[in-house]
């Protein structure tokens, strides 16, 4: 069982925007703005594109964006695109690092 | 860039090192991090070191049963296992942390498959 709770899986529409959720507590996601997110397709390594909770990496498209209320995080993925089908992954540094469990999301 | 070494098979009871070789000063002056993935557990976090010093933190997890280590040169990182078990069929990733960012993991290699199996 992972240290932070994601949906399993989500899923949209192109154009449409989804949300996924990553739950943790009031000792990791609740005290730290260290909230990352991570797109992995399969095959590939994980590739950062959220951190600090609402900070892009250079080149990361400005589609994605996350937020943090209380012990949850959320990224947001606006005007959905195909190639945007993959694992995502959110993590939290608290001198450890933790990790969801993972959210396929599939665009219909 | 991370750039880490291929894919291994071995048996249980094998030793192995896989490395994780980077480059120039951003490298030396960086944490680098193993993660673990399997199916079943996820991404898990096994370790830190910082090549300049070699100084270097476990998981509780995975104290251990796993030593990190790296080249004087500090360009190369290693994870090693002295005695594997089929367990430790998995993919493992480097990752460069960088504090200024919360230590976020921005740059990761390509990953190492190892499958353990008699």
């Known amino acids: 069982q992972s240290a932070l709770t994601q949906p399993a899986s989500v899923s949209g529409s192109p154009g449409q925007s989804i949300t996924v959720s990553c739950t943790g507590s009031?000792?990791?996601?609740?005290?730290?703005?260290?909230v990352s997110w991570y797109q992995q397709h399969p095959g590939k390594a994980p590739k950062l594109i959220i951190y600090e909770v609402t900070k892009r990496p250079s080149g990361v498209s400005s589609r994605f964006s996350g937020s943090k209320s209380g012990d949850t995080a959320s990224l947001t993925i606006s005007g959905l695109q195909t190639e945007d089908e993959a694992d995502y992954y959110c993590s939290a540094y608290t001198s450890d690092w933790l990790f969801g469990g993972g959210t396929k999301l599939t665009v219909l | 860039q991370l750039v880490q070494s291929g894919a291994e098979v071995k048996k249980p009871g094998q030793s192995l090192t896989i490395f994780c070789q980077g480059s120039g000063d951003s490298f030396s002056t960086s944490y680098i991090v193993w993660v673990r993935q399997t199916p079943g557990r996820g991404l898990e976090w096994m370790g830190i070191?910082?090549?300049?010093?070699?100084?270097?933190r476990y998981s509780a997890s995975f104290q251990g049963q796993v030593t990190l280590s790296a080249d004087k040169s500090f360009t190369t990182a290693y994870l090693q296992w002295s005695s594997l078990r089929a367990s430790d069929t998995a993919m493992y990733f480097c990752?460069?942390?960088?504090?200024?960012?919360?230590?976020?993991?921005?740059?990761w290699g390509q990953g190492t498959a190892v499958i353990v199996s008699s």
């Open positions: 009031r000792s990791d996601i609740g005290s730290y703005n260290s």
């Open positions: 070191i910082y090549p300049r010093d070699l100084h270097t």
């Open positions: 990752a460069r942390s960088v504090a200024s960012e919360g230590y976020t993991l921005d740059v």
